[in-house]
T-cell receptor, first 118, second 113 residues
Framework: DVKVTQSSRYLVKRTGEKVFLECVQDMDHENMFWYRQDPGLGLRLIYFSYDVKMKEKGDIPEGYSVSREKKERFSLILESASTNQTSMYLC?????????????????FGPGTRLTVL | GDSVTQMEGPVTLSEEAFLTINCTYTATGYPSLFWYVQYPGEGLQLLLKATKADDKGSNKGFEATYRKETTSFHLEKGSVQVSDSAVYFCALTRNTGGFKTIFGAGTRLFVKA
């Protein structure tokens, strides 16, 4: 069974702390993504990566950084956590391969990490 | 830029009622279209998809047809169950030029017994 796992389901941190969120996938996918999910706003893309050591900014990268040293692992880093970063964080991965002649593009999601910053 | 608009929730239905959740999109070219579902306490999972105009995606009794003329991908189910209570997200991905997926805001569905 394919899987995307995230290091924590729930996390409570204090303002100013450095926070690491880890994501691991076992599907040998090239692409990995970090989203945050907030009520009424859907999913917003923070960063994505299409290869080891490669990263691209998404729609809301401010206050975040990422690291992808190995193909299966994609880390999200909050350099100095703030209360407005309290949210649900979702990691996803996808293949760059084709299905039926078009890019597959299906994303596989982890269970999410609910982060509270006090 | 690309965007997805879906009906606001919550939607509350009785068991065995007919479900429609509207979704329209704006995109250049010919994107692939998706419906994802998020059950309580879980991440999103793919419900169904369609990759070209007039394709119908279906799964677990849910259906959606890719309508290019109306830029729509409405989700339907003939008879909902309590276990269908979840948040449903419409999404699109371009088939050229990248891997980013654009998600709608989500529609929460409550099904009463």
């Amino acid at each position: 069974d394919v899987k995307v796992t995230q290091s924590s389901r729930y996390l409570v941190k204090r303002t100013g702390e450095k926070v690491f969120l880890e994501c691991v996938q076992d599907m040998d996918h090239e692409n990995m993504f970090w989203y945050r999910q907030d009520p009424g706003l859907g999913l917003r893309l923070i960063y994505f990566s299409y290869d080891v050591k490669m990263k691209e900014k998404g729609d809301i990268p401010e206050g975040y950084s990422v690291s992808r040293e190995k193909k299966e692992r994609f880390s999200l880093i909050l350099e100095s956590a703030s209360t407005n970063q309290t949210s649900m964080y979702l990691c996803a991965s996808s293949s760059s391969g084709l299905a039926g002649g078009v890019p597959n593009n299906e994303q596989f999601f982890g269970p999410g990490t609910r982060l509270t910053v006090l | 830029g690309d965007s997805v608009t879906q009906m606001e929730g919550p939607v509350t239905l009785s068991e065995e009622a007919f479900l429609t959740i509207n979704c329209t999109y704006t995109a250049t070219g010919y994107p692939s279209l998706f419906w994802y579902v998020q059950y309580p306490g879980e991440g999103l999972q793919l419900l169904l998809k369609a990759t070209k105009a007039d394709d119908k995606g279906s799964n677990k009794g849910f259906e959606a047809t890719y309508r290019k003329e109306t830029t729509s991908f409405h989700l339907e189910k003939g008879s909902v169950q309590v276990s269908d209570s979840a948040v449903y997200f419409c999404a699109l991905t371009r088939n050229t030029g990248g891997f980013k997926t654009i998600f709608g805001a989500g529609t929460r569905l409550f099904v009463k017994a």
